[in-house]
């Protein structure tokens, strides 16, 4: 089985797994040739009289050395890893250009084509676009059940970069239609710039949403005495199931003599039904978080902050999986608070850039279709501030128990996240560490308080809401 890959930024899939592997096994025979040097020198003092110590002397400095250069390997194939990894970040780079230029050609085809062929021009260049895309698609998905036995094009990573580069392609084709495409552009991908990704969400929102409108509910549940986590992967088994009676949100508290500190836990998708009634955590919610509007499940988030008492200079921990993933860097980017961190769990968030003072830490399966679905990572130094780990799944997830949920998609299940987060706290890398080091006053086991909210919507006059019904803000 390979273990998680790690990244200093980016959405990027750095094929380290042996480099990171073999470091962590070179520093465990460190520790045991140091351990069995000074066995080996204590030994050397109670040797009886008339017996030589020439040997044992030897002994001990033939371990020594070997103890110094097992450190220096492990530190060299650290280095290694770390170097290979800006490297990869340069590929995605160029991936993400050629797809870029070839959208704004194709856009610009089509523009072309009017004088020539007419109104049908534009639909005969795209509709060979698509048919051409299909076959590759086809031809993929039939290699890739030939050899794994499996109909799944929805794990299939090379199918998921694709698509993701695809995505984050969009804006440059209707830019090439327009002829406005620039140099500047393919080299940069801004989601909130004009035609970027955040206004194709908004107007997919426009085009098949409901309007937003009703007024959220947000409760407390269940209070009770807690110790804060000391690893990552603990913050993985403490994220909510929204569908559960508890709610969506978990929010715990920790005071001591410097003042109080906040963890923060957000759910993900409860439902994917257009009309999903009263539950806030939908997919009008996920549309309207990639967009950067307010969404309901945001602002459920941000009530419940509210009423739980955090305060706007609070130090606040933000943990989110898939849609809280999405959620979570919406409020440490909009809502006003002092976030001490972000930690994201198979979120669609790669293009989301956060304040260079925020630590960002990325859980990435290269066989999830959910990070794809927020585009190609941020390029240049933003993307790079940005900490991921990578892992490819055995079998694409499938065959570990999964929830129901996430059955048909197994590299986005929680379980599978907290799995790949152990192993790469376990690892030693040193990126690792060093994040884990930034977040410590979070991960301290002290004692605190933890509160589960209940978020729904309410029609009007059906009663206040947590906060005193106050109506939202305005969409951003």
Sequence with gaps: MSGPSVSGGGTIAVDTDAMVQAAHRLATAQDALAGIASRTAACAGGLPDGLPRRHVDEAVVLLRRATAEAEAAADGLR????????????????????????????????????????????????????????????????????????????????LLRALALAAASLDDGVRGALLLETPQHLVSDDPAGAIGSEGIGALLAALLLHPAGARLSTVPTSERAVRSPRRLAELADRLPDGSEPGGQVRIERYDDADGTRWIVYIAGTVTFDRDSGDEPFDLASDVLGVAHRTSDSEEAVLQAMRTAGVGADEPVLLVGHSQGALDAVR????????????????????????????????????????????????????????????????GGGFGRPTSPATAAFPAHDLGAYRRTTAEAEASGDARVRAFRDRLGPFLDGREGTATRWRARRVSPGSGPTADGARDRGPSR
């Excluded at 006003?336 to 198979?346: A, K, L, R, S």
């Excluded at 925020?358 to 933003?382: C, I």
């Design 79 to 158: 280095t290694a890893a770390l170097r290979y990894g800006g490297v990869e970040h340069l590929v995605l780079d160029g991936q993400r250009g050629a797809a870029a230029a070839a959208a704004a050609v194709t856009g610009a085809l089509m523009r072309l084509s009017v004088p020539v062929l007419g109104a049908a021009g534009p639909v005969l260049v795209a509709g060979g676009v698509l048919e051409l895309a299909a076959l590759l698609v086809a031809a993929r998905t039939v290699q890739r059940t030939i050899e794994t036995g499996r109909l799944a094009p929805q794990s299939d990573p090379v």
């Design 331 to 394: 409020v440490a980017q909009d809502g006003g608070y002092e976030v001490g961190g972000v930690v994201q769990f198979g979120g669609p968030t790669g293009q989301v850039v956060l304040p260079e003072d925020v630590p960002v830490l990325a859980v990435e399966h290269d066989e999830d279709l959910v990070p794809v679905l927020g585009g190609t990572a941020a390029s240049g130094a933003a993307g790079l501030r940005r900490l991921v780990i990578r892992r490819s799944l055995p």
